[in-house]
């Protein structure tokens, strides 16, 4: 900053003058240098009137101080990006930068979908809806969602509340026929909040055998109905496929309608969701990408499951852009009251609501779902108070959508991540290999297996087709197609004891059993 005081005869003031560069930055700050100014002409008349040097100097130093602080603001926001909001075409330009990165390092295909304030700022697809037929993924394509399903069964579950059919506080066995005496004391909310105990049927031993038979609800619940509950309800939290399963059974009885006809005539319908409904394999569905599994650098068919065993925990199919107008609803009362939204929006066990995950992230408030089935990974991510929504679809089954969900949303805000990167694999010899080989049982979900053929170190989870793990180091692996690094655990003797599986940022040990 440059001051020119120049001083004349008689009454006349002093008349200073002050510039900086960098207009465009302090633009907004003009009105505070208005003051200023106008405090500085008042001293200075006032000094040429009675000659009052020492107030002048007082205000030269107070002028610096202003200065020196509005160029440390200028400085604090040019290193605090949320200081000043990207623009819908910076944050477009920097997620495709991160997307072809994921489809070149990860094999990403699918569609994702970024908005702000309910309006999109970016929609597009990556890959291949059909690798076979070379159709191109799309915003209109749509994909499996898994587990993102229980955010619609939480949903139509409270309306059926507001509507008197039932209280989220009843025991289940209101509505279920031959109910265990064990079951008396779960209500509905234990299964909304994976709160019941009772055992998840999708984690079973035979469940990679029987996923591809249809089934009914009475067989399907006859595979968990006589185990015994793994802890009394409400006491701890474990992820249930089977308690969403119940909730759908629950919809159908209180509602009179199949849980497909109840979502569709009082969620799809009522808010334009055209691209969204119950999957079935029998029924030709307009833009419905097949699903994938990575196998090295090239991609599998996903093992075939019949969609009536998922049902209400995880058999909905839906696009990035018909998510989003579920989003958008979910920000108003059009399907649900803001008591019954506030309800479902409370964090309890395990940071879990009703079918939605509420926790911080980038130290805001984060209301999300993953999916996983076979084939497809979802995830849909909600930051309400800065209306800030994410909307991740894959059709590779092997790589986790939350990681780059996550990624995506640090874009938006203007948080720091990082660009998926090319890792690189090293030769070991099989003597070393064969040391991994054995069977891996994690807290929940099914075994890992890991077998050596014909020198390579394949992993297989539950009946999923098997691949090659990649060594980066002796114990240090990694799968191509994913974001999972695996390293293996050893004890004081050298015995391979678990694994350390590194997913999404977060870090999970597990045992070997066999």
Known sequence: ?????????????????????????????????????????????????????????????????????????????????????????????????????????????????????????????????????????????????????????????????????????????????????????????????????????????????????????????????????????????????????????????????????????????????????????????????AGYVAQGDSFANASYIDMTIPFAAGALYSSVEDLLRFDKALNTEKLLSRKSLDEMFTPLKNEYGYGWEIRKQLERQLIEHGGSINGFQSSLSRFPADRETVIVLSNNGSLSTRGIAQDLAAIVFGAPYKIPQERKAIALDAKTLEKYVGQFQPASGSILTVTLENGKLMRQVGAQPRVELFAESETEFFLKGTDVQITFVKDAQGRVTGQLVRRNGRETLVPKIK
Request: hydrophobic fraction near 40%; aromatic fraction near 12%.
């Open 1 to 289: 900053m440059q001051r020119n005081v120049e001083q004349f005869n008689g009454r006349e003031a002093k008349t200073a003058t002050f510039y900086h560069g960098s207009f465009e930055t302090f633009a907004y700050l003009l009105p505070v240098f208005a003051h200023v100014i106008s405090a500085v002409r008042c001293f200075l008349v006032y000094e040429a009137k009675y000659r009052m040097r020492m107030i002048f100097n007082h205000l030269n130093r107070f002028v610096t101080i202003v200065a020196l602080c509005l160029l440390v603001f200028q400085s604090a926001s040019a290193q605090n990006p949320s200081a000043s909001p990207q623009s819908a075409q910076q944050i477009a330009a920097k997620v495709d930068e991160y997307m072809n990165a994921a489809v070149r390092v990860y094999r990403f295909s699918g569609s994702i979908l970024v908005a702000r304030d309910s309006q999109t700022i970016m929609s597009k697809g990556y890959g291949m809806a059909n690798y076979e037929l070379h159709v191109p993924n799309t915003p209109q394509t749509v994909f499996r969602l898994g587990s993102n399903t229980k955010s619609f069964t939480a949903t139509a579950i409270m309306m059926l509340q507001e509507r008197g059919k039932f209280n989220v506080n009843d025991s289940i066995c209101k509505y279920l026929s031959d109910c265990p005496a064990a079951w008396q004391p779960i209500t509905i909310r234990n299964l909304l909040t994976h709160t019941s105990g009772i055992p998840n049927y999708t984690a079973l031993p035979d469940f990679g055998k029987t996923m591809s038979l249809p089934v009914t609800h009475a067989s399907l619940i006859n595979r968990f109905k006589d185990k015994p509950p793994e802890f009394a309800p409400g006491e701890k939290y474990n992820y249930s496929n089977s308690g969403y399963y119940l909730l759908g059974v629950i919809i159908e009885r209180a509602s009179g309608k199949s849980y497909a006809d109840f979502l569709q005539e009082n969620i799809f319908a009522p808010l334009g969701m055209t691209q969204t409904g119950y999957d079935n394999s029998s029924r030709v569905i307009k833009n419905r990408a």
